[in-house]
Nanobody, 121 residues
Framework: ELLESGGGSVQAGGSLRLSCSFSGVTDSRYCLAWFRQAPGKKREGVAIIDGSGRRMYADSVKDRFTVSKDKTKYTLYLQMDSLKPEDTAVYYC?????????????????WGQGTQVTVAS
């Protein structure tokens, strides 16, 4: 089960930290990701972290967002700094089972329910 928390509203330039508990994931090769979807836009990958700790970011968030995980707490994080209005979206925590990349969510993946992030200008 994937359960996100930490969304909310913030002014441009502000910060938020999203959390996702991933209870029940026991395979050390797992790939965890954050995807987002803004109203009227296609869903897009934001960041991934795999079992070895390899990270990948979308160009639009590079140097502003940081993905991390605490394996002892079974929690995934997304630290979002220097937020922009275009970061406004519903953010989803995802367990990717086919390809570990921000560029695709093809395959049978497992999704959280999503958490809303709103950035005001």
């Amino acid at each position: 089960e994937l359960l996100e928390s930490g969304g909310g509203s913030v002014q441009a330039g502000g910060s938020l930290r999203l959390s996702c508990s991933f209870s029940g994931v026991t395979d050390s090769r797992y790939c965890l990701a954050w995807f987002r979807q803004a109203p009227g836009k296609k869903r897009e990958g934001v960041a991934i972290i795999d079992g070895s700790g390899r990270r990948m970011y979308a160009d639009s968030v590079k140097d502003r967002f940081t993905v991390s995980k605490d394996k002892t707490k079974y929690t995934l994080y997304l630290q979002m700094d220097s937020l922009k209005p275009e970061d406004t979206a519903v953010y989803y925590c995802v367990l990717l089972t086919t390809v570990c990349t921000v560029h695709s969510d093809a395959g049978r993946n497992y999704w959280g329910q999503g958490t809303q992030v709103t950035v005001a200008s």
